[in-house]
């Protein structure tokens, strides 16, 4: 038992990235990839081939058990039961790169923009896209999981990578470019100055706020309807400290020791065409911002 448990912690960061592509929640994915060790601990380790391959369809199979159940709680899935935002956990690390865990969890640069869009993906859709484009696993691996047909399976990460495609394209990789935009986006929030937020903003943009059930939650479209929130920007603006979120730049704003506020860019074009904000503080308590620090 102990030298599997020592194979399995070997697997241990892609099952971590797999489950949390898959659902988003840093707490519900330590909850999948435990379930994967109690499964491996009550199986025939000895007959399984491919250890990798095998944990990953089971994450896999747990994780899409959890989407169902969620989704039968919730009609739309970027709002809770509630009807408040709910954003994706935040990965938030280092303004000078991820340390090697976050960098595991991270390995595709799966930003904000990426996990909301796949938030609003079938649990079938999802499952089939996350595996097979951002994993590698074979259709055929996949199907089965699925209870489809490779065919059917291979139809359902088309659909899925048409909308990720068309809603998240792939990101800046020059950090310092994106970072510009962001301290100007600062910039601006903290002047007041509204010609300069709107000028740095996409006439597009979407910012969403994830409060909890604590705080209220935000959702605004449009250049004109997120620079007029200007006032609470300016706010968070003024005990921002830069850090990567999920990867990319974004910010963290801190009061009396604690996170208040994490904020992630997505940009375009030299435009912010989202932003995405979790003031939930008990999410906010739940999140290591610590490694944000070291």
Request: proline share 6%; with cysteine.
């Amino acid at each position: 038992m102990e030298l599997l448990a020592g194979r399995f912690e070997e697997h241990r960061p892609h099952l971590r990235a797999v489950a949390y592509r898959m659902l988003g929640s840093l707490s519900e994915s330590e909850d999948a990839v435990q379930e994967a060790w109690l499964k491996l601990s009550r199986s025939d380790a000895a007959a399984v081939e491919n250890l990798g391959g095998w944990l990953t369809t089971v994450v896999g199979r747990v994780c899409l058990d959890m989407l169902r159940s969620r989704t039968a709680r919730r009609e739309d899935p970027l709002h809770d039961e509630a009807g408040q935002v709910r954003l994706p956990d935040p990965v938030v690390s280092r303004a000078d790169g991820p340390d090697p865990e976050r960098e595991a969890l991270l390995a595709d640069s799966v930003g904000m923009a990426l996990m909301v869009v796949l938030d609003t993906l079938s649990p079938a859709e999802r499952l089939a896209f996350a595996l097979h484009d951002l994993f590698a696993v074979p259709f055929e691996e996949i199907a089965p999981v699925l209870g489809r047909s490779a065919a059917t399976t291979r139809q359902l990460a088309s659909r899925a990578r048409r909308r990720v495609q068309g809603a998240a394209p792939a990101p800046d990789p020059d950090r310092a470019r994106l970072r510009s935009v962001v301290d100007a986006f600062l910039a601006a929030s903290r002047s007041g100055d509204l010609d300069a937020l709107v000028a740095v903003l996409d006439p597009e943009v979407v910012a969403r706020s994830d409060g909890g059930t604590l705080r209220p939650s935000l959702l605004r479209r449009g250049a004109a309807a997120v620079a007029s929130q200007a006032i609470a920007f300016a706010r968070i603006a003024e005990a921002a400290r830069p850090v990567l979120v999920n990867g990319t730049p974004g910010v963290v704003a801190m009061a009396h020791g604690r996170a208040v506020s994490v904020m992630a860019f997505t940009v375009r074009d030299g435009r912010v065409t989202a932003l995405d904000i979790l003031t939930d503080p008990e999410r906010l308590a739940r999140l290591d911002l610590g490694a944000a620090e070291r």
